[in-house]
């Protein structure tokens, strides 16, 4: 399996250190921050072996743009999505039909898409609402969730999508957590969050449903005599079999841009 770069010290941790310039970079270390920024291949070092170079393949080199691709993706689950029987599946989905309409909640906010998959609501729906929304009504399964939840790298696919996952999602939730004092309150208020039994010795456990049957477990844990503040999505371990894990990563990246744009609107 292909893996892929989270830093660049990532990358100068594979170098050989000798500085030889055969890349034509001046060190080892800014070959290391072009390969990760995608500006050189990791082959172009003749000093990695053919098992490292396979290794990283298939890798994005650096982070992709969080929108990259999605409107592809979207346009593939609105042509499924026009071949379903919304009345039939209203009630699997958690939603009901009104007005020959799906509607479903999204965060604890109604929206409503009609069999073109075009979509009527109050909240600001960008694509990474659309993407997961549209992925939920195609492949959603008729059965209910395990009640059992798991990290994201235990998800089936979860673990080649767990660097871009911390980076794009956890940490930038938790730098949120950290810095604006508001924040969990806003999520139970805004969001229809639920506060829950405080899970894995967590100083705060709450829950919040980005769609009917895809809970997410949010725990934080405060920064205690020289250890830093923590925090962790968990998720329900059969996620999987009602949305892609590309969904499963955008919800989270999603979520993240909007618990920061509520800090920033609030001067934090
Ligand atoms: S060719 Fe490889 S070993 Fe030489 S400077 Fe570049 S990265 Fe370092």
Redesign the pocket.
């Known amino acids: 399996m292909s893996s892929y770069f989270r830093n660049a010290m990532q990358v100068f941790k594979l ?9 034509f ?1 001046p ?2 270390l800014a ?2 921050g072009s390969v990760f920024k995608g500006e050189k291949r990791l082959d ?5 072996s053919a098992d490292v170079i396979m290794q990283f393949k298939d890798a994005p080199q650096k982070i992709p743009a969080i929108d990259q691709g999605a409107s592809d993706i979207i346009e593939h689950y609105r042509k499924a999505l026009a071949e379903i029987d919304l009345e039939s599946k209203a009630e699997a989905l958690g939603g009901i039909l009104a007005d020959d309409k799906l509607v479903i909640k999204v965060m604890g906010k109604n929206v409503s898409i009609d069999q073109n998959g075009k979509i009527f609501t109050d909240i600001h729906a960008n694509q990474w609402v659309i993407m997961p929304l549209l992925n939920y009504i195609v492949q959603c399964k008729d059965d209910p969730i395990s009640g059992i939840w798991v990290p994201f790298r235990e998800l089936p696919s979860g673990r080649a999508w767990q660097g871009l996952f911390e980076k794009q999602s956890e940490e930038l939730i938790k730098k949120v957590a950290d810095t604006y004092p508001g924040f969990f309150q806003e999520i139970l208020e805004l969001f229809n969050g639920k506060k829950v039994e405080k899970h894995y010795k967590s100083d705060i456990a709450l829950v919040v449903y980005p769609l009917p049957k895809i809970p997410i477990l949010i725990c934080y844990w405060l920064a205690e005599d020289g250890i830093e503040s923590d925090l962790h999505l968990f998720f329900d371990a059969k996620t999987e079999d009602y949305l892609h894990i590309n969904s499963i990563y955008a919800i989270g990246a999603g979520l993240a841009r909007m618990f920061e744009k509520l800090a920033i609107k609030h001067g934090f």
């Open positions: 170098l050989n250190k000798s500085n030889c310039k055969e890349c970079k060190t080892c070959f290391a172009e070092c003749p000093y990695l």
